[in-house]
């Protein structure tokens, strides 16, 4: 099966190249479960219900959080309200925390398909469980029994360090680990010796114009000064889809990865 990870979505430029080319990279790449980091989709900080519904409207099978996943409220209730949603915040949230940190998903073909987040912590400042302990104890024992045909980790975090830690220490255990969050994509796509397919941050889907996908003139201002009263504001430029494709082949027990980079200024790809 053919899998497509796409990296933070920032503000409507984002979405407007996923709502533009998505349905054209799935079609070129035969991809069969598509997965999005929303955690920035709604004006850089959030989501919201309708802008999740535009997601699965536009073909997207899972999306996934970060430490942005309550920036807008609505989708607190919205979660609670919607058990089966489709939404995957970080498993190590404090306990009791809305939500899902991982779902096991039944494609139409009859394969299981889990999908989890997990959230790192060096220089996070997010009240969070230990993310080694909680996949132990809640995912690879679930992974061992054979629950799942397919299986990715999304490490949300700052430090390629710990994402590197987790994915080599992990390796062999899921089909694909990848890393979200800095907004920066790494050129380290690859499969690691025990077979899982990663990449240290998939980067993100918004205009690279732009300080991690904001404004360039009011971030600079914020560094310069120190001072957070300026409100920062999505880049509006055109959008580089920013992601990962991972193909998987059960019955000859191969794995690829490359990165995709489609639009905007980074733009890598030609239709
Ligand atoms: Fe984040
Ligand atoms: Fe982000």
């Given amino acids: 099966m053919n899998f497509l990870m796409i990296g933070d979505v920032v503000g409507r430029t ?23 980091n929303a955690e920035n989709s709604a004006a850089g900080f959030g989501i919201t219900p309708k802008i999740y519904e535009e997601f699965i409207s536009m073909g997207v099978d899972a999306v996934t959080l970060g430490n942005h996943s309550w920036d807008k409220n609505e989708i607190i209730d919205y979660m609670e309200l919607n058990p089966n949603h489709s939404i995957i915040r970080p498993l190590n949230f404090l306990n009791n925390s809305p939500g899902r940190g991982y779902k096991i998903f039944d494609h139409s ?3 299981k398909i889990l999908v989890c987040q997990i959230h790192t912590k060096l220089f996070i400042n997010l009240p969070l469980n230990d993310p080694f302990q909680c996949l132990d104890t809640e995912i690879i024992s679930l992974l061992e029994a054979g629950k799942a045909d397919y299986s990715f980790l999304e490490v949300h975090g700052e430090a390629t360090s710990e994402k590197n830690g987790i994915g080599q220490h992990y390796d062999g255990k899921f089909t694909g680990i990848y890393g979200t969050h800095t907004h920066i994509p790494t050129a380290d796509a690859r499969v690691l010796a025990k077979g899982t397919a990663f990449q240290t941050d998939i980067g993100m889907t918004g205009d690279y114009e732009s300080i991690i996908g904001m404004k360039k003139e009011s971030a600079i201002k914020r560094m ?8 920062l504001e999505p880049a509006d430029g055109e959008a580089t889809i920013s992601g990962i494709i991972i193909k998987r082949d059960i019955e000859n027990s191969s794995t690829t990865i490359q990165s995709i980079l489609i639009g ?5 790809e030609v239709f």
């Fill in 224 to 231: 310069r000064t120190g001072m957070n009263s300026n409100r």
């Fill in 109 to 111: 073909n009859g394969k």
């Fill in 264 to 268: 905007g200024i980074l733009n890598r």
């Fill in 14 to 36: 984002g979405r407007n190249a996923l709502k533009s080319h998505l349905s054209e990279i799935k079609r070129k790449f035969e991809i069969d479960f598509t997965i999005v």
